[in-house]
C-alpha cells in the first residue's frame, strides 16, 4: 500500500485566499484524522470521520475551517478565508476501526501551508 | 481530562550510547493504550513502540523499549545504540480503550544523536 497520501506537500498563498488540502486515507482504514502541528501549540487533532461521517469537531478552530470526506477514499480540509495564523504542518492519519488490531493511526508526509 | 507530559523538550546522545526519553500521563481510567511516535526532519510521523495498559510486560522493538510503570503513570522510551537516524522528534500518545477515537499527544522532546 502506498500509505496516507497527501497533497499538495508545500502551499503558499496570500491572506484572504481560500486553500484546500487533500488526503486519500490508506484503503480498508475506517477512521481518518486531521491534525495542525505548530511550534507553539503542538499536534493538535482538529477533526475525525468514521465511515465518512464526520464524529467529532471540537478541534476545529473557527468557522473557517471546514472538513469533508465524500467518500471512503477521499478527504478535504478548506480554509476560507485564509489568515497567516494558519500557517502550520497539517497531517492527515488514517486506522481501522475501534475493534481492529492496536489502535494504529498511519500519518501522511503533511502538508506544509505558508500563509503571508 | 486526560493529559501527555513530556518534560525534557531537548536531549541529545552521543552514536551507540543509550538515552531514555520521559513521558508522564494522568488518566483516572484503568484501560488505555500508551505509544511512541518518532518525527524525523522529513516530517513523517512513525509508530516507534506501543504498550496496552493492562500488560505488565514492558514492550520492546528491538533497539527500543519502555519502561511502563502503571502506578506511576509513567512511560519512558529507552532507545539503546543510538544511531544518527535516530535523530528527530519524539511523541508520546495516549488514548483509551474506551474511547480510541481520541489520541492524545504529548508536545514532544527533540533527540539528536551526536556523531
Redesign the interface.
Known sequence: DAGVIQSPRHEVTEMGQEVTLRCKPISGHD?LFWYRQTMMR??E?LI?F?NNVP??DSGMPEDRFSAKMPNASFSTLKIQPSEPRDSA?Y?C?SSLG?DRY????Y?G??T?LTVT | AQTVTQSQPEMSVQEAETVTLSCTYDTSESNYYLFWYKQPPSRQMILVIRQEAYKQQNATENRFSVNFQKAAKSFSLKISDSQLGDTAMYFCAFTLKTSYDKVIFGPGTSLSVIP
Open positions: 477512521y503542538g499536534l487533532l475525525y468514521n464524529i467529532d504542518v497531517f492519519a475501534r492496536y489502535y494504529e493511526q500519518f508526509p503533511g506544509r
